[in-house]
Nanobody, 127 residues
Framework: QVQLVESGGGLVQAGGSLRLSCAASGRTFGNYAMGWFRQAPGKEREFVAA????????NYADSVKGRFTISRDNGKKMVTLQMNSLKPEDTAVYYCAPDRVPLRMVVTTRVSDFGSWGQGTQVTVSS
């Protein structure tokens, strides 16, 4: 079982940057792909980015491609999301979560394929 704590959110002006971190506990962290998701008020949780258990094959939602970068450090049990050129529509609570299936070779983008959600971190982008 993996427990997660997200951090790094805050208030930033449009065009600015934030770096989100997700600290994990649990000995099996390195066996699972990790994803970042977000949920804006009144909207469903949506996929943002994911990375395989080995740190390869990152996948991004079209809305963040070219602006966000996901990475992981299995030794530190950490996943990060570097967010550049932020837009007001990026405002949401951001969550990280592990894939429910270990050692998947291709990342999935379906929210339902991920579980063990953290408490989230709020990102607010002002115009």
């Amino acid at each position: 079982q993996v427990q997660l704590v997200e951090s790094g959110g805050g208030l930033v002006q449009a065009g600015g940057s934030l770096r989100l971190s997700c600290a994990a506990s649990g000995r099996t962290f390195g066996n699972y792909a990790m994803g970042w998701f977000r949920q804006a008020p009144g909207k469903e949780r949506e996929f943002v980015a994911a990375i395989t258990w080995s740190g390869g094959s990152p996948n991004y939602a079209d809305s963040v491609k070219g602006r966000f970068t996901i990475s992981r450090d299995n030794g530190k049990k950490m996943v990060t999301l570097q967010m550049n050129s932020l837009k007001p529509e990026d405002t949401a609570v951001y969550y990280c979560a592990p894939d429910r299936v270990p050692l998947r070779m291709v990342v999935t983008t379906r929210v339902s394929d991920f579980g063990s959600w953290g408490q989230g971190t709020q990102v607010t982008v002002s115009s």
